[in-house]
């Protein structure tokens, strides 16, 4: 008789920490889209394609510096206080150790991109990794208490501060570091305030037994975040390598446009999926499909529209927003949105089966798709530039990263065929949309470019809606929106 209040307890501290993970990204996505807007005037094209090739590293160190503990403490069965020094301390030697290491093969990270002019902006920003050391175990530890509100207060925080830091340092003539230093100086103070509101008191300890049952679950995840960062971040090293850093600035923007969405949406989504599935896969896991299906129709429902008007009207929101000298980057914004909604897709199913505590199929899926994506992006990009790199992208999710996602959710007992023909729907709805928005754009090209992009995105959302959603569907908006 006292599950039903816990699990009411549990929803709303779900839907509270998805609240606020919302307003955090809405307002950080706000102000780095302000910021990004300012430097593209500010900067040149190359200073873009730098802090792509540092970026790219340092997601790539970020994705693997704490060996998978950060989930494992989300997933821990036990009490906290036995297990908290131990990770802070296997979580702090890693980070420092990765850090310490890539500092000295930086040089050769940047001449594989084809920019050893990168080499000091790539140590100044992957030392985020190290003050992440700091914070990653009291982080998981919010995120396992549905503290999200207050992991969204930090960000915010960070952001304020980056934000003016990285224009004055833009405008006074920094360049490439105007970006590095806002970051770093975002990750200072978002991370101190986490390890200040944790309320946790930071110990090192060592238990090897405790250790050992981190271990055993986060490397393999963390051998599988190493090749997703691998997967999300080849091309960058790729279009360096064989396009130029120029086009690399221009492939940079379009990647940070397409990512528009999973930044708002989809991380405010994981902060509360992953310590929610891991409670329903320990506590009711005959209901953990039914969960699946509803949360894969509503994410296809929020990020098709968006997807589809995006792609279809690259070249005027790019002239719009950046100015003519950056439409080159239209021609790989197409078709990166349409890898946007493969990639939030197969986020959801990595944790889904991270709660479910199969992170070794998590490796293979990321695996297989590593395989077929590095050849077809360096086949892109010889073949067709920017567009071909994007294109390449496109084709390695959907025949390969998507159904291999969809086979280990079936391989681990998710069932997800009754999905079927609501994404249906609703992929159809967005066909319906995209074409409404073309044949609009057309009709309006001699409009200026504001109105071309109010008439066709108001037509193709429009006709979206009508083809895409049912009246249940709605029923079900007003059920979340209430709720």
């Not at 079936?410 to 999905?419: L, T, Y």
Request: proline letters at 4%.
């Amino acid at each position: 008789m006292t599950s039903e209040p816990v699990e009411s307890t549990r929803a709303g501290s779900a839907a509270r920490g998805l609240r606020w993970g919302l307003v955090a990204r809405g307002a950080s996505k706000l102000a780095t889209f302000a910021m990004s807007l300012v430097l593209a005037r500010l900067l040149a094209r190359e200073d873009f394609g730098l802090y792509a090739v540092a970026l790219s590293a340092n997601q790539f160190l970020f994705y693997v510096n704490d060996a998978g503990i950060v989930a494992a403490v989300v997933q821990w069965r036990g009490r906290l206080e036995d297990m908290v020094a131990t990770a802070t301390t296997v979580v702090l030697t890693i980070s420092v150790t990765v850090y310490a290491l890539f500092w000295f093969s930086a040089p050769f990270f940047t001449a594989m991109a084809g920019s050893e002019s990168a080499t000091p902006v790539v140590r100044l920003l992957t030392l985020i990794i190290v003050i992440d050391g700091f914070v990653n175990v009291r982080s998981a530890i919010m995120l396992r208490g549905f503290r999200q509100d207050m992991i969204a207060k930090a960000n915010m925080m960070g952001i304020a501060v980056q934000v003016p830091l990285a224009i004055t340092l833009a405008a006074l003539g920094a360049g490439v570091y105007s970006f590095a230093l806002g970051a770093v100086a975002n990750s200072l103070v978002s991370g101190a305030l986490v390890l200040w509101w944790a309320k946790v008191p930071f110990r090192l300890g060592f238990d090897r037994a405790i250790a050992g049952r981190l271990l055993r679950f986060g490397v393999p995840l963390a051998g599988s975040l190493g090749l997703e960062a691998l997967v999300l971040n080849a091309d960058a090293v790729i279009v360096g390598r064989t396009l130029g850093l120029t086009m690399l600035g221009y492939y940079m923007l379009a990647m940070n446009v397409s990512s528009w969405v999973p930044g708002l949406i989809g991380e405010a989504l994981r902060h509360v999926t992953l310590p929610g599935f891991s409670r329903v896969a320990d506590e009711n896991p005959a209901a953990f499909s039914d969960r699946v299906q509803q949360i894969v129709p509503m994410l296809i429902m929020l990020v098709t529209p968006v997807a589809v008007l995006i792609g279809v009207l690259a070249p005027q929101l790019v002239a719009l927003l950046y100015g003519p000298r950056w439409l080159p980057a239209a021609a790989a914004l197409s078709f990166l949105m349409a890898l946007m909604v493969v990639r939030m897709l197969t986020a959801l199913a990595f944790d889904i089966l991270t709660s479910l505590g199969v992170t070794r199929r998590i490796v293979w899926m990321n695996l297989s798709w590593a395989a077929v994506l590095l050849p077809a992006l360096y086949l892109g990009a010889e073949l067709g530039g920017i567009r071909g790199v994007a294109i390449g992208h496109v084709v390695a999710a959907f025949l390969v990263g998507l159904p291999v996602a969809a086979w280990q959710l079936h391989r681990s007992g998710v069932v997800i065929a009754p999905v079927a023909a609501p994404v249906a729907r609703l992929l159809l709805g967005g066909l319906a949309g995209g074409a409404a928005a073309w044949l609009v754009a057309g009709l309006t090209s001699d409009a200026v470019v504001l109105v071309q992009l109010v008439a066709a995105g108001a037509a193709g959302f429009a006709v979206y809606v009508v083809v895409g959603i049912s009246r249940a569907r709605f029923r079900q908006i007003r059920e979340v929106a209430a709720g």
